[in-house]
């Protein structure tokens, strides 16, 4: 179990885009439309969520960087700036399709949490400036999100600011409290380098959470979006609109700010990326099967995008940004 679990972590993005195209496949000849998959993503979220915060050590926030300039830069993007580039995208290229233009939104509004320290390891970046970033982020995601999401998205979907955030906070204070009283419980009980080798299966637990949204929310829409191949296209055309856009402001206000690579890359890095977990759950349980469709597309996208970011680009944006290395 162990071997598989570690298997699906290091490649999600296969298995998303399997299970992607299975739900299509079988939602076209077996009619999921009428089925209530709420219960299900209720079940999904906590899967998704309480191991990828039981692994999140927020305590260490506390001994971290304390890199305002970058910390402060960071999250004006990833709320910000990025919220005003799915806002454009929103209107232009998606308008012809609310719910697909209202994911746009939620793509924007909610941005990356744990992964943000996952990639920032794997680009050698600043990590304790990522993980400061990180947990950060994830608190205010209660507070500023569903005011976002009205101001952006209300023209495209009707709902209620308050409970979108009492949902927000139940998703995300719920799992991170038992997350952190298990993580307490198995360092007292087994050590804290038994918690650290454990640690490494709780991504491939979430994301069987994942996979699970994933197909029931696709197959529920299967029939709609195989009728209407354009919707692909514009998923993918929006995401890598988005994806572009945010990179190349994130990159030249690294430069204007002076930022070396390893904390640019932070930004660039904090800037683009967006969650997939938080953003599946919110969708799958308080707005339309197509939105969560378009959702549920993103991670093939964003894992592909950003594993080109750091291994394609990274070298040349290295380069433009000089290095403390150097």
Not at 111 to 132: H, K, Q, T, Y
Not at 178 to 197: C, D, S, V
Request: aromatic share 12%; glycine share 6%.
């Amino acid at each position: 179990m162990r071997k598989f679990l570690m298997h699906i972590k290091q490649r999600l993005y296969l298995y998303v885009l399997i299970d992607f195209l299975l739900a299509l496949l079988i939602g076209y000849f077996v009619d999921f439309r009428r089925m209530n998959i709420r219960p299900i993503s209720v079940l999904a979220v906590f899967i998704m969520l309480y191991p990828m915060l039981t692994g999140m050590v927020i305590e260490k926030v506390k001994k971290a960087g304390r890199n305002f300039k970058l910390i402060f830069t960071t999250l004006f993007f990833a709320y910000i700036v990025a919220s005003l580039t799915a806002f454009v995208i929103s209107r232009t290229i998606l308008k012809s399709f609310p719910d697909i233009a209202f994911a746009m939104v939620m793509v924007g509004a909610i941005p990356c949490s744990n992964m943000l320290i996952g990639w920032s390891g794997i680009a050698d970046a600043s990590v304790e400036d990522a993980l400061v970033i990180a947990v950060v982020g994830l608190i205010l995601i209660p507070i500023l999100s569903p005011i976002i999401l009205k101001i952006s998205g209300g023209v495209f979907v009707s709902f209620s600011v308050k409970l979108l955030a009492v949902l927000l906070l139940s998703y995300i204070a719920i799992p991170l409290i038992l997350g952190m009283l298990t993580r307490h419980w198995i360092i007292k009980k087994k050590g804290m380098a038994y918690f650290m080798e454990i640690k490494k299966v709780f991504p491939g637990i979430s994301a069987i959470g994942i996979l699970i949204i994933v197909f029931f929310s696709v197959a529920k829409v299967s029939r709609f979006v195989i009728g209407k191949p354009i919707v692909f296209g514009l998923v993918l055309l929006g995401l890598v609109a988005y994806y572009l856009i945010q990179t190349t402001l994130a990159v030249l206000t690294a430069k204007l700010l002076k930022l070396p690579y390893e904390e640019g890359m932070i930004l660039i890095l904090g800037a683009t990326a967006s969650s997939q977990a938080i953003s599946l759950s919110v969708a799958a349980t308080m707005f339309s099967p197509l939105t969560v469709f378009a959702l549920s597309f993103k991670p093939i996208i964003q894992v592909a995008y950003i594993m080109v970011l750091i291994y394609g680009l990274g070298p040349a944006i290295r380069r433009f940004l000089g290095s403390v290395q150097d």
